[in-house]
């Protein structure tokens, strides 16, 4: 669109038109993370020389590994979610949060946390208090089964004297 378009739409009319482009990049993620299921299934990404799909995908696509093991995590959940899957499919639940409601029902050995049950939770809540769940669900896994949990980076950063030599960093501000 242009700007000046975009410029005379009333914010109503904005909100609408994100959401409704939201909704369609979700379905194209959502037939993204089918073919990865598919490709993974085949183990197509051996064929590059790759390790894993993940592995494939940080190369093929430059993503984070993060991402694409989360995405490879969501394609290989997905076929026991059906609903999950529709509501991911329709657009209605965002990439974010059909992953963080996926680790949800997996790590889930009590049987509460269901399809339907997490999909509907998912729908309603943000991405953020869903992997907030995740984490906390982690926590008390590792704690049961007497883990330790892994430390996050607490330290700080200490600045070194000046860059690494060899390094093209323009010289101090007192000395230009």
Request: hydrophobic fraction near 50%; charge should be negative.
């Amino acid at each position: 669109m242009e700007t000046a378009m975009l410029e005379a739409m009333p914010a109503a009319e904005l909100a609408g038109a994100i959401s409704s482009q939201h909704a369609v990049v979700v379905a194209a993620q959502a037939e993204l993370i089918s073919l990865i299921a598919a490709f993974d299934a085949r183990e197509g990404w051996r064929a590059d020389g790759a390790k894993s799909m993940a592995a494939w995908l940080v190369a093929g696509l430059h993503v984070t590994y993060a991402t694409a093991s989360e995405w490879v995590g969501l394609a290989a959940a997905l076929p026991g979610l059906p609903a999950l899957a529709s509501s991911l499919s329709s657009g209605a639940l965002n990439l974010e949060s059909a992953a963080a409601a996926a680790k949800l029902v997996g790590g889930d050995a009590s049987g509460a946390v269901t399809d339907a049950g997490v999909t509907a939770e998912a729908e309603a809540l943000p991405a953020d208090f869903l992997r907030t769940a995740v984490r906390r669900q982690e926590q008390v896994a590792a704690q049961e089964s007497g883990e330790r949990p892994r430390p996050g980076f607490r330290g700080r950063i200490r600045p070194t004297a000046g860059p690494p030599s060899g390094a093209a960093c323009p010289p101090p501000r007192a000395q230009r």
